[in-house]
């Protein structure tokens, strides 16, 4: 009798998830809250807090208002959740790292990216010049302990982006990131100029790194094509978006354009989890299990593979450049739909 009414509720549940996962490859609401509410009781938790501090290193990111607090949600069949502001752009910053990266395996595959740059945490600050000179010896071997979303590596990838000049080359990267946020991105003039006036230090970073062979020639380009990229101005939902064709194999979910092939994405998020938010790459992982990127205009970016892409904008940085609202709320709201790959609920 016991067993038959345990039969009948376990058939029950089983029908709720199959149904769920029919309904659009989720099985997010088969228990805990939809993502609607999930996104709502993070906005109203976070909405007043007030830790951390706008960038300044680039004077135009310290202008930014610190309140700005947006959170998107996009699943991988285009369902779009969202609250607070989903409109103002801030630049993309770092978060563009994973873009020309994925841009650069997709058109010179997964080797390209391991054997001229590495795929390994350096666990160094995004624009440390130790971590350049602690694995210069290296370079050749074909073991190069970088990675494409710290400066030196990014800068380096920004590098192998191929075309004629200059332009030839930033319509690639515009073009490709437009093709992720299924719209046509615009650079952020101020930023660019600010950040251009002020970026000595990555200028000496690309010198580094064609004085140890990692970027072949031009590191002037590569420098202000980096710039250039930092300063795509994006919303909360460009970033989503975002994150959601990653999630969803590559493709556009709502444009429908494969814009990396699904055999390649596994490498991007591998980079992702290692190195997307720094030297706190560990500790983010430990809470939340999904590959991320932040950037210091105040985004971050997270991927739940084959469920959704989530990002949120909130200007206040902590010590390790990630912003402190954008990581709560995200971890929030995926552990709120169980959204850890690595959490399985035992049989
Ligand atoms: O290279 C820089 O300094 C910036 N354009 C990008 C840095 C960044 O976003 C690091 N992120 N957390």
């Known amino acids: 009798m016991v067993s038959n009414l345990l039969a009948t509720r376990r058939r029950r549940f089983m029908a709720v998830v199959a149904a769920s996962v029919m309904a659009g490859g989720l ?34 990111l310290a202008k930014v208002d610190p ?12 369902k779009v959740y969202t609250a607070g502001d989903i409109k103002t752009e801030v630049s993309i910053q770092s978060i ?42 290296v370079v050749g071997t074909g073991a190069p302990e970088m990675n494409p979303l710290v400066n030196p590596g990014a800068i380096s990838a920004t590098s192998m ?25 615009t650079v952020l003039q101020d930023v660019y100029k600010s950040e251009s006036d002020s970026n000595q230090r990555n200028q000496a970073i690309g010198a580094l790194m064609l004085a140890y062979g990692y970027i072949k020639s031009n590191w002037p380009q ?42 390649k994405v596994p490498g991007v998020l591998a980079v992702m989890a290692t190195a997307g938010l720094y ?10 299990g999904l590959p991320a990127k932040s950037g210091v205009g105040g985004g971050i970016i997270a991927v739940a ?16 450049g990630n912003s402190v609202r954008a990581q709560r709320t995200i971890t929030a709201i995926s552990n709120a739909l169980g959204a850890n790959p690595y959490a399985v609920r035992p049989k």
């Open 27 to 60: 099985a997010l609401t088969a228990q805990g809250p939809d993502p609607q509410t999930a996104v709502n009781n993070a906005f109203n938790q976070f909405k007043t807090l007030k830790e951390g501090k706008n960038a300044d290193y680039i004077p135009a």
């Open 67 to 78: 309140n700005l607090y947006g959170i998107a949600l996009i699943t991988v069949d285009g």
């Open 96 to 137: 563009s790292k994973v873009f020309t990266m994925a841009q650069v395996i997709q058109e010179q595959g997964l080797d390209a990216i391991e054997k001229r740059i590495g795929v390994d945490a350096t666990g160094a600050r995004f624009n440390s010049i130790i971590a350049v000179e602690g694995v210069r010896t």
């Open 161 to 185: 982006v191929t075309g004629a000049n200059s332009d030839a080359v930033w319509k690639k990267i515009i073009g490709t990131y437009n093709d992720y946020a299924g719209r046509q991105l």
């Open 222 to 263: 590569a420098v202000d094509l980096y710039t250039r990229q930092c300063s795509v101005g994006v919303n909360a939902r460009d970033l989503a978006m975002m994150a959601a064709t990653l999630a969803a194999g590559g493709k556009n979910p709502v444009t429908g354009k494969v814009v990396l092939d699904a055999a």
């Open 279 to 288: 030297d706190d790459s560990g500790k983010w992982l430990y809470h939340t």
């Open 305 to 320: 593979p084959g469920k959704f892409g989530i990002a949120v904008i909130s200007p206040p940085l902590d010590d390790a």
